[in-house]
């Protein structure tokens, strides 16, 4: 037969008469319960648990910093080619308008190898110079302004392929 076991409520043990010769034990401090062995296996394992979960912490942390620094360089290279699109863009614009301003302008005649070549010195005359006068430049006499004497320094803009004035 089954036996039933009742639940009973809890007393003080000191209160209770045990009867069966059991004791409680009485620690002190600075003394164990578990055994030496099963302390340092736990405490070992704590240790590598820790361990690979600062590993893997800094793992993401590193992948996290890669990323952003991925995406912060796809947004300069993204500016960068808008840029270069855009400028690419303004110089074909510039160079159309120059060919439609200048159309037929620019060409030269093909020469009739019979004929020989149009050179003036071909035809017999003195070769003209296609050069404008030069203007003498001003001299200021006395004290020269300082500031107007200098020279600005110039860099060389890749973006617009232009040499610019420093500010």
Request: proline content about 5%; aromatic content about 6%.
């Amino acid at each position: 037969m089954l036996s039933t076991r009742y639940i009973e409520p809890r007393t003080d043990a000191g209160a209770r008469p045990t009867a069966t010769g059991e004791s409680c034990i009485k620690l002190s401090d600075g003394e164990l319960i578990t055994s030496r062995t099963a302390f340092i296996t736990s405490l070992t394992v704590c240790i590598f648990i820790t361990g690979v979960s600062l590993l893997a912490l800094t793992v993401l942390l590193y992948r996290e910093i890669n990323r952003r620094r991925e995406i912060k360089a796809a947004r300069t290279w993204g500016r960068q080619s808008r840029l270069g699109n855009r400028i690419s863009m303004l110089r074909k614009e510039v160079d159309d308008s120059f060919k439609r301003r200048y159309a037929g302008c620019l060409v030269n005649e093909p020469e009739n190898p019979e004929m020989g070549s149009d050179s003036p010195v071909e035809i017999m005359h003195h070769e003209r110079v296609w050069e404008a006068p030069a203007v003498p430049a001003k001299v200021h006499q006395g004290r020269m302004n300082a500031r107007k004497s200098k020279v600005g320094s110039l860099f060389f803009d890749h973006g617009i392929g232009l040499w610019m004035p420093k500010r």
